[in-house]
């Protein structure tokens, strides 16, 4: 199974931040990886496929970079509606796999 | 607008099968361009696949669950299922039902399914 390691496990950040999030596979996975948006009691939500690829309706605050083993998720300036945690997914190869997550919260 | 919706037992005893079916509306799952599956994310941890299945009836599955899972298609009903036997109560999670095209969107809303006697 290709592992997936996100970081940080947690952040801490103010509304109008910028934040970077990363995540790193355990062998290339070329673009095939996915940003996720999920808050309490709710189902995730695609923010960002193919590295890049901004979702459908996803605010422009959101960006996604990186192809092979590293990758990261910007968000280029917080809003209060982003803190939530966010996960990376490969599609590279099966089985799926996820990271761990990433919490961002209110400093 | 495409949704999914999961439906099931909330309550599974320990040795016993979990049986949920998803339900798709605002579009077909019969096209060759989508595969239809399922997920899980045990309470306040992180989110694990499950499998995944196409209108066909081909699947794809986690190596880790694949001796307990069968995931079947019904594409008179618009619907896909999930069978998973010999259930402990690791197997407590919040169950979504998913479209797949590689990456995974729309999710349904989940089902927690819990294992207790």
């Known amino acids: 199974d290709i592992q997936m390691t996100q970081s940080p496990s947690t952040l801490s950040a103010s509304v109008g931040d910028r934040v970077t999030i990363t995540c790193r596979a355990s062998?290339?996975?070329?673009?095939?990886l996915a940003w996720y948006q999920q808050k309490p009691g709710k189902a995730p939500n695609l923010l960002i496929y193919?590295?890049?690829s901004l979702e459908s309706g996803v605010p422009s605050r959101f960006g996604g970079s990186g192809s092979g083993t590293e990758f990261t998720l910007t968000i280029s300036s917080l809003q209060p509606d982003d803190f939530a945690t966010y996960y990376c997914?490969?599609?590279?190869?099966?089985?799926?796999?996820f990271g761990q997550g990433t919490k961002l919260e209110i400093k | 607008q495409l949704q999914l919706q999961e439906s099931g037992p909330g309550l599974v005893k320990p040795s016993e099968t979990l049986s949920l079916t998803c339900t798709v509306s605002?579009?077909?799952?019969?096209?060759?361009?989508?595969?239809w599956g399922w997920l899980r994310q045990p309470p306040g941890k992180g989110l694990e696949w499950i499998g995944n299945?196409?209108?066909?009836?081909?699947?794809n599955y986690n190596p880790s669950l694949k001796s307990r899972v069968t995931i079947s298609v019904d594409t008179s009903k618009n619907q896909f299922s999930l069978r998973l036997s010999s259930v402990t109560t690791a197997d407590t999670s919040v169950y979504y039902c998913?479209?797949?095209?590689?990456?995974?969107?729309?999710w349904g809303q989940g089902t927690l399914v819990t294992v207790s006697s």
């Open positions: 998913a479209r797949y095209n590689g990456y995974i969107s729309p």
């Open positions: 605002g579009g077909s799952i019969s096209t060759s361009y989508y595969y």
């Open positions: 299945i196409i209108y066909t009836g081909r699947t």
């Open positions: 062998q290339s996975i070329s673009s095939w």
């Open positions: 193919k590295a890049s």
């Open positions: 997914q490969q599609y590279h190869d099966y089985p799926y796999t």
